[in-house]
């Protein structure tokens, strides 16, 4: 997080949250960005994710639907359920494969209700983050 914004300070710790011994991991708005912060919630044990945002600062520009599919990559990428919950964006359930089971539109007033199933299994990505495209990076500078 951006050292700009008064008290806010980053963390140090990728801290999960438990809820009926289900834990999750919440990555704060653009930190869904990065896929190896998602990751690392996930290999210390989140069974899901959730983030918070707030997108107003977009305006109605195609940047919360960007952002909205980020989040989904995220979910793929570690095959666990995401909760998006934005207050100006779009708010949504996503599956471990991507799919959008419930959605908000932009900058409306309303709720989502859904199901989730925790998951325990790890990914290849999970495991083992950017091993391939840096693998192939380097054979590729081997053989040039």
Request: proline share 5%.
């Amino acid at each position: 997080m951006t050292h700009a914004i008064g008290e806010v300070t980053p963390g140090t710790q990728h801290t999960l949250h438990s809820y009926k011994g289900i834990k999750f991991g919440s990555p704060i708005c653009y930190e869904i960005i990065f896929p190896n912060l998602v990751r690392k919630f996930v290999k210390k044990g989140a069974n899901f994710l959730v983030t918070i945002t707030n997108d107003g600062w977009y305006g109605k520009s195609s940047a919360p639907y960007q952002h909205f599919s980020i989040a989904a990559l995220r979910a793929v990428e570690n095959r666990r359920y995401l909760l998006r919950a934005a207050t100006t964006g779009i708010s949504g359930i996503i599956d471990p494969y991507g799919r959008i089971l419930s959605k908000s539109e932009l900058m409306s007033k309303t709720y989502l209700t859904g199901n989730i199933t925790p998951s325990q299994a790890l990914t290849f990505y999970t495991k083992y983050g950017d091993i391939l495209p840096f693998g192939s990076l380097t054979l590729t500078a081997i053989f040039l």
